[in-house]
């Protein structure tokens, strides 16, 4: 968290919905501006045990007050300045792995705040960002004071709709949150499952109380407004032993839900079985990619095509901390798995460069693109960009021109570019070209060179043993150590 | 006399039980979160059960002198809660 007074002309409003206040964003900070009527429910969350503890562990956002004048003066109410988390990530980049492990986060914190008198108001994914590979609850309005008699926990249908029903969908049905969460941003009603499921899927235990009950219930009332009157329990304690009670229960839904790791998919296991690097070759490239960590010490690598992570897993112990991007869900979920329990810096996403996630919500300015939290067109975003054995997939299975792709491995990366180029003799590059061979006629070492050093200077390069394919440690033309 | 005391108790325990049915139903909503309609009735009848769970176990903890450990009356953490 930097203390300088970063006045910077450019300050955007990114959060709106919660009247309880806004966040503000400028070039390096994040601050959030606190309506007076909430801020003092706020500072006392803050000063929970609770809230105390959970920033201590990283499960909840560092917060600190700062004065008013750090967003410019003109906003009425208090400022408070947030850790930066740096690489925001939103629901729809997520495996089912990642949307569970931040719904448990946070029935987690609402469980425990009940237990000092606060509530958590709405219960939505996009709460939770991932510094790495630890999800982290970084909405601090989501808390407020609870009405001691008040038993209903407000947020109970959107915690069903953006974190059980899509885990749920995607277990049952073979839904991809991707689409889940990109055509809607609060998730799936009970009616969309509905009518997907059987007759006798429909009375299966946990696809009863989330999806069947719920959509007879508001089919048969959801018209009458008084299902909404206020009513409060006879005690305190009553209604706090229902809301646990409710709380608990969606967490043993929720787990219920947890996805398992995948039997297989097309990329699971591609560099163990289906790959045609021998052990000696895969040594090879290992020691050409550790050698260039070594010379060049990036901070931050972006990991385009990571597949299960082998290589992100290698930079992250080295010391850099990994944003590791694959089309394939279900290896992003296993290299989240695998960065989750050796509690290594990475970023898992489930993000196809050749389309890569758009800007969303209201006026394209919710939630930002892929290209713009990486920083491309803004001098890059990582010291590395990594694109190993995936150029063929981008050049053939994408149809992207060469110069094209090497254009935004510029724009991406700080520093240095390493990069694999696969030739067209390739036994993979073969298998995906399936017949199209004249298409392909300019892709070429030379011409690939002869790009590439049009953008950078080369470092270094290698060919692997026995194998058309050549790696290559390229700067940034102009790039500072 | 036994028995008659008994059988107050389980009037009373009756009585107990269908008294939260009608109080625990869904508070105002004041949050700014869709409260959804469906899944806002089954919480109403979800809490409504809880709250008859919270009776009964309240009243077996008195008649039987049985003592959960969830049980929330212990707790008395509300004392800090001053709205």
Same mark, same amino acid.
């Given at each position: 968290?930097?203390?300088?007074?970063?006045?910077?002309?450019?300050?955007?409003?990114?959060?709106?919905?919660?009247?309880?206040? $806004?966040? *503000?964003?400028?070039?390096?900070?994040?601050?959030?501006?606190?309506?007076?009527?909430?801020?003092?429910?706020?500072?006392?969350?803050?000063?929970?045990?609770?809230?105390?503890?959970?920033?201590?562990?990283?499960?909840?956002?560092?917060?600190?007050?700062?004065?008013?004048?750090?967003? &410019?003066?003109?906003?009425?109410?208090?400022?408070?300045?947030?850790? $930066?988390?740096?690489?925001?990530?939103?629901?729809?980049?997520?495996?089912?792995?990642?949307?569970?492990?931040?719904?448990?986060?946070?029935?987690?914190?609402?469980?425990?705040?009940?237990?000092?008198?606060?509530?958590?108001?709405?219960?939505?994914?996009?709460?939770?960002?991932?510094?790495?590979?630890?999800?982290?609850?970084?909405?601090?309005?989501?808390?407020?004071?609870?009405?001691?008699?008040?038993?209903?926990?407000?947020?109970?249908?959107?915690?069903?709709?953006?974190?059980?029903?899509?885990?749920?969908?995607?277990?049952?049905?073979?839904?991809?949150?991707?689409?889940?969460?990109?055509?809607?941003?609060?998730?799936?009603?009970?009616?969309?499952?509905?009518?997907?499921?059987?007759?006798? &899927? $429909?009375?299966?235990?946990?696809?009863?109380?989330?999806?069947?009950?719920?959509?007879?219930?508001?089919?048969?009332?959801?018209?009458?407004?008084?299902?909404?009157?206020?009513?409060?329990?006879?005690?305190?304690?009553?209604?706090?032993?229902?809301?646990?009670?409710?709380?608990?229960?969606?967490?043993?839904?929720?787990?219920?839900?947890?996805?398992?790791?995948?039997?297989?998919?097309?990329?699971?296991?591609?560099?163990?079985?289906?790959?045609?690097?021998?052990?000696?070759?895969?040594?090879? !490239?290992?020691?050409?990619?550790?050698?260039?960590?070594?010379?060049?010490?990036?901070?931050?690598?972006?990991?385009?095509?990571?597949?299960?992570?082998?290589?992100?897993?290698?930079?992250? $112990?080295?010391?850099?901390?990994?944003?590791?991007?694959?089309?394939?869900?279900?290896?992003?979920?296993?290299?989240?798995?695998?960065?989750?329990?050796?509690?290594?810096?990475?970023?898992?996403?489930?993000?196809?460069?050749?389309?890569?996630?758009?800007?969303?919500?209201?006026?394209?300015?919710?939630?930002?693109?892929?290209?713009?939290?990486?920083?491309?067109?803004?001098? &890059?975003?990582?010291?590395?960009?990594?694109?190993?054995?995936?150029?063929?997939?981008?050049?053939?299975?994408?149809?992207?021109?060469?110069?094209?792709?090497?254009?935004?491995?510029?724009?991406?990366? !700080?520093?240095?570019?390493?990069?694999?180029?696969?030739?067209?003799?390739?036994?993979?590059?073969?298998?995906?070209?399936?017949?199209?061979?004249?298409?392909?006629?300019?892709?070429?070492?030379?011409?690939?060179?002869?790009?590439?050093?049009?953008?950078?200077?080369?470092?270094?390069?290698?060919?692997?043993?026995?194998?058309?394919?050549?790696?290559?440690?390229?700067?940034?033309?102009?790039? *500072?150590? | 006399?036994?028995?008659?005391?008994?059988?107050?108790?389980?009037?009373?325990?009756?009585?107990?039980?269908?008294?939260?049915?009608?109080?625990?139903?869904?508070?105002?909503?004041?949050?700014?979160?869709?409260?959804?309609?469906?899944?806002?009735?089954?919480?109403?009848?979800?809490?409504?059960?809880?709250?008859?769970?919270?009776?009964?176990? !309240?009243?077996?903890?008195?008649?039987?002198?049985?003592?959960?450990?969830?049980?929330?009356?212990?707790? &008395?953490?509300?004392?800090?809660?001053?709205?």
């Amino acid at each position: 968290m930097t203390a300088s007074a970063d006045k910077l002309p450019i300050i955007t409003f990114r959060s709106f919905r919660d009247p309880a206040g $806004r966040l *503000v964003r400028t070039r390096d900070r994040i601050l959030r501006v606190v309506d007076p009527a909430y801020a003092s429910d706020l500072e006392s969350f803050l000063a929970t045990g609770t809230a105390r503890q959970a920033m201590e562990t990283g499960r909840l956002v560092r917060t600190i007050p700062v004065a008013s004048s750090e967003v &410019g003066g003109s906003e009425t109410g208090r400022v408070y300045e947030h850790e $930066r988390i740096r690489f925001p990530s939103y629901p729809y980049e997520w495996p089912a792995e990642m949307l569970h492990a931040a719904g448990v986060l946070t029935l987690n914190l609402g469980i425990q705040a009940l237990e000092e008198g606060f509530g958590i108001k709405d219960a939505t994914p996009y709460n939770v960002l991932y510094r790495g590979s630890e999800p982290v609850f970084v909405d601090v309005l989501s808390f407020e004071r609870r009405d001691p008699l008040d038993p209903t926990w407000i947020a109970y249908a959107q915690f069903v709709r953006t974190f059980l029903l899509p885990l749920l969908a995607q277990r049952d049905f073979g839904s991809k949150l991707q689409s889940i969460f990109s055509g809607q941003r609060d998730g799936l009603e009970p009616e969309a499952l509905y009518h997907q499921a059987s007759l006798l &899927g $429909r009375l299966k235990p946990h696809f009863l109380s989330l999806v069947t009950l719920p959509k007879w219930a508001g089919a048969k009332r959801g018209a009458d407004e008084s299902i909404y009157r206020p009513k409060k329990s006879s005690s305190p304690e009553q209604a706090r032993y229902i809301l646990e009670g409710l709380m608990n229960r969606s967490r043993k839904q929720l787990n219920a839900m947890a996805p398992q790791p995948p039997a297989d998919s097309t990329w699971t296991g591609y560099l163990d079985h289906k790959s045609l690097y021998s052990p000696a070759q895969l040594a090879q !490239k290992q020691r050409f990619f550790e050698q260039a960590l070594d010379s060049t010490k990036p901070a931050s690598l972006l990991d385009v095509g990571s597949n299960e992570g082998h290589f992100s897993f290698l930079a992250a $112990r080295k010391g850099a901390s990994v944003v590791a991007i694959d089309t394939d869900p279900a290896v992003v979920g296993s290299i989240w798995r695998q960065a989750s329990k050796e509690k290594l810096d990475v970023l898992p996403l489930v993000v196809d460069l050749t389309r890569p996630t758009p800007a969303t919500g209201w006026r394209n300015q919710e939630c930002l693109s892929f290209l713009e939290r990486s920083g491309a067109g803004s001098g &890059g975003g990582f010291d590395m960009v990594a694109m190993l054995a995936v150029m063929h997939h981008i050049l053939v299975t994408e149809r992207i021109p060469m110069e094209d792709l090497l254009d935004l491995a510029d724009q991406l990366t !700080k520093r240095d570019l390493l990069i694999e180029f696969v030739g067209p003799e390739d036994p993979m590059f073969r298998r995906i070209v399936r017949g199209r061979d004249r298409l392909y006629t300019n892709i070429t070492r030379e011409s690939f060179e002869s790009a590439a050093e049009a953008r950078f200077e080369l470092l270094r390069s290698e060919r692997i043993d026995g194998l058309h394919r050549w790696l290559y440690l390229y700067r940034r033309r102009g790039a *500072v150590n | 006399m036994k028995i008659a005391t008994q059988g107050n108790y389980k009037i009373i325990g009756a009585a107990l039980l269908l008294l939260p049915l009608i109080l625990a139903t869904p508070s105002r909503a004041y949050g700014y979160a869709d409260p959804g309609t469906g899944a806002f009735i089954y919480q109403a009848a979800y809490a409504a059960f809880l709250g008859g769970t919270f009776y009964l176990r !309240k009243f077996l903890n008195r008649f039987f002198g049985k003592r959960k450990p969830a049980d929330p009356t212990t707790s &008395g953490t509300h004392d800090r809660v001053s709205r």
